[in-house]
């Protein structure tokens, strides 16, 4: 049921998120997912169906992610909000992301606004990555012939080096994509590509489903994460172990509601029994990026045909 979503093009998603389509939705079925939410509260495994993770193993550390910004939708606009929730909230101030963008799209880097957006980011300590380059926007970098792939991501390296200093070389493809054609390409421009271990399933419309049944879905997503650790598969990195977790900061829902997610992720993973670091988010730019880059070295991506 979820999934049926995922076939929407991003034009009809956006039309209908104009439209008001999600409210008038949400209002019509608020019933049924009332009784949905109950069910779904105790859909999770439980501590006793993972396995016991080994004496003194490190403790994990919740690297965050966001795909498709900066957005440049006011007034309300959602990469401000979420970054202004990652600096300021009661589970850790100054928690630091990583930011896949969208350098090119008029409707994000590619204009003043995205691009002062931007700036932002970096001053504030966030890392800068790349998403897209195209300034054709979200394109499926399955779609791109080697040259227009290699040439967009050429851009979107110089883009985020013209703000930053430096060239980035982490890479998370649109729709999570690719194969052994685009991961050649990512190579040959010193790309590593990043993608996930817990996903907010925010990337397209949110229906009331996603949305209240997030608090289930990311501690299914955690109790199998933990079997991973306790099964050695993820790497150990300054002494914990990092967590991807992928967010839009596009999505205005997502923005409305960071500071409640840093309270699921942190809540969730109590629940099913992975220990935390201290400080549960990265806060520092530098540490964020050893870890990002460790995790996209170590995931040693398989060939798998393009969708
Ligand atoms: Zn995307």
Same mark, same amino acid.
């Given at each position: 049921?979820f999934?049926?979503?995922v076939?929407l093009?991003?034009?009809?998603?956006?039309?209908?998120r104009?439209?008001g389509?999600?409210h008038a939705?949400?209002k019509?079925?608020?019933? @049924?997912l009332?009784?949905?939410l109950?069910?779904?509260?105790?859909?999770g495994?439980?501590?006793e169906q993972? +396995? !016991?993770?080994?004496?003194?193993?490190?403790?994990?550390?919740f690297?965050?992610?966001?795909?498709?910004?900066p957005?440049?939708?006011?007034p309300?606009?959602p990469t401000r909000?979420?970054?202004?929730a990652?600096a300021r909230?009661?589970?850790q101030?100054g928690?630091?992301?990583? *930011?896949?963008?969208?350098?090119?799209?008029?409707?994000?880097? #590619?204009?003043? !606004?995205?691009?002062?957006?931007?700036?932002r980011?970096?001053?504030?300590?966030?890392?800068?990555?790349?998403?897209?380059?195209?300034?054709?926007?979200?394109?499926d970098?399955?779609?791109?012939?080697d040259a227009e792939?290699? +040439?967009?991501?050429?851009d979107?390296?110089?883009?985020?080096?013209?703000?930053? #200093?430096r060239?980035?070389?982490l890479? +998370?493809?649109? *729709?999570?994509?690719y194969d052994?054609?685009t991961?050649?390409?990512?190579?040959?421009l010193?790309?590593?590509?990043?993608?996930?271990?817990?996903s907010?399933?925010?990337?397209?419309?949110?229906f009331?489903?996603?949305?209240?049944r997030?608090?289930?879905?990311i501690?299914d997503e955690?109790?199998?994460?933990?079997?991973?650790?306790?099964?050695g598969?993820?790497?150990?990195?300054?002494?914990?172990?990092?967590?991807v977790v992928a *967010?839009h900061d596009?999505?205005t829902?997502? @923005?409305?509601?960071?500071r409640?997610?840093?309270h699921?992720?942190t809540?969730?993973?109590?629940?099913?029994?992975l220990?935390?670091a201290?400080?549960? *988010?990265?806060g #520092?730019?530098?540490?964020?990026?050893?870890?990002?880059?460790a995790?996209?070295?170590?995931?040693?991506?398989?060939?798998?045909?393009?969708?």
């Amino acid at each position: 049921m979820f999934q049926s979503v995922v076939s929407l093009s991003w034009k009809e998603i956006a039309h209908r998120r104009r439209a008001g389509f999600e409210h008038a939705y949400r209002k019509k079925t608020t019933a @049924a997912l009332l009784s949905l939410l109950a069910l779904c509260a105790c859909a999770g495994p439980s501590i006793e169906q993972v +396995r !016991a993770l080994p004496p003194n193993a490190p403790p994990a550390r919740f690297l965050l992610t966001f795909d498709d910004g900066p957005s440049t939708w006011e007034p309300y606009n959602p990469t401000r909000a979420i970054l202004d929730a990652l600096a300021r909230n009661s589970v850790q101030p100054g928690i630091k992301a990583v *930011f896949f963008l969208q350098t090119r799209d008029p409707r994000a880097g #590619g204009s003043a !606004a995205g691009r002062a957006m931007m700036r932002r980011e970096h001053a504030e300590g966030q890392v800068l990555g790349v998403h897209s380059g195209s300034a054709r926007g979200h394109i499926d970098h399955c779609l791109m012939p080697d040259a227009e792939l290699a +040439r967009t991501l050429a851009d979107a390296k110089r883009d985020i080096a013209a703000i930053t #200093g430096r060239a980035p070389d982490l890479v +998370r493809p649109p *729709f999570w994509d690719y194969d052994a054609r685009t991961l050649a390409v990512y190579r040959g421009l010193g790309l590593h590509m990043l993608l996930t271990d817990v996903s907010a399933n925010d990337g397209v419309i949110y229906f009331w489903n996603v949305s209240l049944r997030r608090r289930a879905h990311i501690r299914d997503e955690l109790a199998t994460l933990r079997e991973r650790i306790a099964a050695g598969k993820l790497p150990v990195v300054d002494g914990v172990i990092p967590v991807v977790v992928a *967010f839009h900061d596009t999505n205005t829902y997502t @923005a409305h509601h960071m500071r409640e997610y840093l309270h699921i992720l942190t809540g969730e993973a109590a629940d099913v029994g992975l220990v935390l670091a201290p400080e549960p *988010f990265y806060g #520092g730019a530098a540490a964020i990026e050893r870890a990002a880059r460790a995790r996209a070295l170590a995931a040693g991506w398989q060939d798998r045909p393009c969708p």
